[in-house]
């Protein structure tokens, strides 16, 4: 037993060099691999939060322009449904207007053809009883 005392403390020494030159870096790299991982890891989940919350920000500010727009255009569908009742409104006005004006000179031209056929029909009735008396009752002709 006295013989493996040397390679028991070779042994020991070993395992204590192995422990300083080999474990202890290499646990200190893992380590550091892994806070590094991890540290990506984290990252790229906030950058990813990030990312989602400044799409959800453009989609609302996407939303609210396609609002804009479309309140914009029916303003001007409005307004164009008005300029074109007020032309159809005038046209109207202007239409009626010409039918009165019309309308009176029709009435207008209908009492001088109505005085004109008075005053002709007194001077046709006496055409028509001279061409009918005078061959009734003086046989002249």
């Known amino acids: 037993m006295v013989s493996a005392i040397p390679t028991a403390l070779l042994f020991i020494v070993l395992v204590i060099a192995y422990q300083f030159l080999v474990q202890g870096p290499l646990s200190a790299t893992l380590r550091e691999r892994r806070a590094r991982t991890e540290g990506a890891m984290e990252a ?3 950058a990813i939060a990030l990312a989602e919350a400044r799409a959800a920000e453009y989609n609302e500010k996407l939303r609210q322009a396609r609002a ?3 309140k914009a255009r029916e303003q001007r ?3 164009w449904n ?3 009742d007020a032309a159809l409104e005038s046209a109207r006005k202007a239409a009626g207007a010409r039918v009165r004006q019309a309308r009176v000179e ?3 031209e209908a009492a001088a053809a109505q005085q004109t056929i008075e005053a002709s029909a007194a001077q046709l009735a006496a055409q028509v009883v001279q061409a009918v008396l005078p061959v009734a009752v ?4």
């Open 106 to 108: 029709i009435e207008n």
């Open 77 to 79: 569908v409005k307004q």
């Open 82 to 84: 008005a300029e074109r």
């Open 44 to 46: 790229a989940h906030k």
């Open 68 to 70: 804009e727009v479309y």
């Open 138 to 141: 003086g046989g002249s002709r």
